[in-house]
């Protein structure tokens, strides 16, 4: 064989055999390198899951807080609007309840003066009827309370009968009872 010849076979053996082995070192670099790519976008998954939690945990909580306040505002102003309600329900008690009072108290006066009178039986009737309407009014006083006023309104009540002076002081008690209750006082 030709000296070229062999030379030349080495030579084209020494390059497969290196191309082998420089292949078999590039392919192991590469596969490191995909692997190491592989890897890192896992972190980058895993990172960006974990910060979508944590956001979607923040805006679930940030909701709660929010319908938590507005549900704490429509219950304040729920309870605003029961009370004025009430206030007004038993300001109309209150008013019904003095109105019909002062009624019979006239109607007291007009019988008292018309004793002995023509018109002595039919004022005697006119006072029993207020009398009765003082009575109903007082019902609805006691179911709205509350007790000192309903104690106040008694006193008022069973005060028609007594002098004119006890009537009026009567009247100023009910008077500063039913303005407490109704002011909170």
Do not use: C
Request: charged letters at 20%; glycine letters at 8%; zero cysteines.
């Amino acid at each position: 064989m030709n000296q070229e010849i062999a030379a030349a076979l080495i030579a084209a053996g020494a390059a497969v055999a290196g191309g082998v082995v420089t292949g078999w070192f590039t392919w192991g670099a590469a596969r490191r390198q995909a692997d190491a790519a592989w890897a890192a976008g896992q972190r980058q998954a895993d990172a960006a899951w974990a910060a979508g939690r944590r956001q979607a945990d923040a805006a679930w909580a940030a909701g709660e807080r929010q319908a938590d306040a507005q549900l704490a505002v429509a219950r304040q102003t729920l309870s605003a609007q029961a009370r004025a309600v009430e206030r007004d329900v038993r300001r109309a008690a209150y008013v019904a309840f003095l109105g019909k009072a002062d009624a019979a108290h006239r109607a007291l006066l007009a019988h008292q003066a018309a004793l002995g009178t023509v018109d002595g039986p039919a004022r005697r009737r006119e006072f029993e009827a207020a009398q009765a309407a003082v009575r109903e009014a007082l019902n609805v006083v006691r179911l709205e309370g509350p007790d000192d006023v309903v104690t106040a309104a008694e006193t008022l009540e069973s005060a028609l009968s007594t002098t004119p002076a006890g009537y009026e002081t009567a009247g100023r008690d009910f008077l500063a009872a039913a303005r407490a209750a109704l002011t909170g006082a």
